[in-house]
């Protein structure tokens, strides 16, 4: 679908914080780019840098084979889709707005109305990092298409992962991201709470922090591991050995006047798998807390 010298078009849709950013990626790539947003103002900044603007969804749509929509919402998309109507024809639909499998599959059931394909995307990355080497991009649908648009979608990061054709996988792996990393912000956020109240600042405590999570790293394959055979011997620590230090977490953030629901909350699941007959099990046992055993 493109080369060096003549980089496909492609056309956006939603000019948002994130579609500017994806639009300039495009541009900057030399990909000769078609811009819709509802305000039509907001055109101003990409059309000055030299995308092209559309007056309607449908035109823009119309202007290339790879359609991106980048919206605030899923009603948002439907509304958009729907107008540009059979100007989706042949086209290949990313859609990178932010939601469930189930938006994703009605995105794809609306595309094929049309008579056109989608692929689900999902940006992990704030708009300033769009296009860099390091940025990573998930894409799921079918491999096709995918593989005829990987060379221009590659203007939006260096790291695209292709997750398969299973329908809205790359949104469901993006929701599954998001609990790993609301759970792990919260506990650095209460421990900088917690430090605090020793006048300790949390850009001095951010490096420490940095060092936990890099060493995660090294145990979350072979907890991974646990978890899908169902087994959970303690080959470094038992989930006993958490139990207790769990508890001195929540001694401290009481003794301190800090909010103790965190640390109660995480006593509490850890207690009620260990009373479960786990408490010589790894902490991956807490697995169970959450779904069903596999095993
Ligand atoms: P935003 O700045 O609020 O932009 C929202 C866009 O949606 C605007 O272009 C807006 O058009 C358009 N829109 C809303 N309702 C519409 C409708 N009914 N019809 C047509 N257009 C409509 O949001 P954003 O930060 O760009 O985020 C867009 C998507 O990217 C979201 O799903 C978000 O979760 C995802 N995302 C964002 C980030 C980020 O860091 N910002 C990171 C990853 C993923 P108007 O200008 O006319 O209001």
Known sequence: MTNDDHPAPVAVLGLGLMGTALADA?????????????TAARADGPAARGAHRAATPAEAVAAAPLVVLCLSDHRAVREVLDAAGDALTGRVIVDVTSGTTADAAAVAEAAARYGAQSLDGALLATPDAIGLDETTVLYSGPEAAFRAHEPTLAALGGCPVYLGDGTGLASLHDVALLAVLWSGLNGFLHAAALLRTAGIGAT?????AELLFGSMGAFLNRYARQVDEGDYPAEDSALRTHLAAAGHLLDESERRGLNPALPRHLTAVMEAVAARGHAADSYVAVIEHFAKPTA
């Open 204 to 208: 001095d405590f951010a490096p420490t």
């Open 26 to 38: 495009f541009l900057a790539a030399g990909h000769r780019t078609t811009v819709w947003n509802r």
